[in-house]
Nanobody, 120 residues
Framework: QVQLVESGGGLVQPGGSLRLSCAASGSGFTIQIMGWYRRAPGKERELVAAVTSGGSTDYIESVKGRFTISRDNAKNTVFLQMNSLKSEDTAVYYC??????????????WGQGTQVTVSS
C-alpha cells in the first residue's frame, strides 16, 4: 500500500507564489511518473504537470513559464513550485503517482488534495 501526503496549499494574492509537496511512502513498488492534477469549481479535473523518473516534464499550456515541477527520487517526493499565481489557478490540487509493483502490475495512487486559493 502506498500513502501520499500533500502539503503547501493555502491562500495567496494574485502574483504570489506557493510550493506544493507530495511524499509517497510504502514498499513493493517503483514509481515512474509523478504529477499534479487540479479541479477548479465547476470544472473537470485536469493534469497540470508531470515528471518522469528520468526528469522529463510536461505542463498544460496555461501554467508554462509560471509553474515548475520537480522530484526527489531518493525521497519519492514531488514538488510543484507555482509562481505568478492567477485567480484561475484556484483549485484543489491532487498529487498523482503511477508506477509498477514488483510483480509488474500497474498502480495508480492519489493524494488527498490540497486547496489553493488565489484571491486579493
Amino acid at each position: 500500500q502506498v500513502q501520499l501526503v500533500e502539503s503547501g496549499g493555502g491562500l495567496v494574492q494574485p502574483g504570489g507564489s506557493l510550493r506544493l509537496s507530495c511524499a509517497a511512502s510504502g514498499s513493493g513498488f517503483t514509481i515512474q511518473i509523478m504529477g499534479w492534477y487540479r479541479r477548479a469549481p465547476g470544472k473537470e479535473r485536469e493534469l497540470v504537470a508531470a515528471v518522469t523518473s528520468g526528469g522529463s516534464t510536461d505542463y498544460i499550456e496555461s501554467v508554462k513559464g509560471r509553474f515548475t515541477i520537480s522530484r526527489d527520487n531518493a525521497k519519492n517526493t514531488v514538488f510543484l513550485q507555482m509562481n505568478s499565481l492567477k485567480s484561475e489557478d484556484t483549485a484543489v490540487y491532487y498529487c498523482n503517482v503511477r508506477g509498477t509493483t514488483i510483480l509488474g502490475s500497474a498502480v495508480l495512487y492519489w493524494g488527498q488534495g490540497t486547496q489553493v486559493t488565489v484571491s486579493s
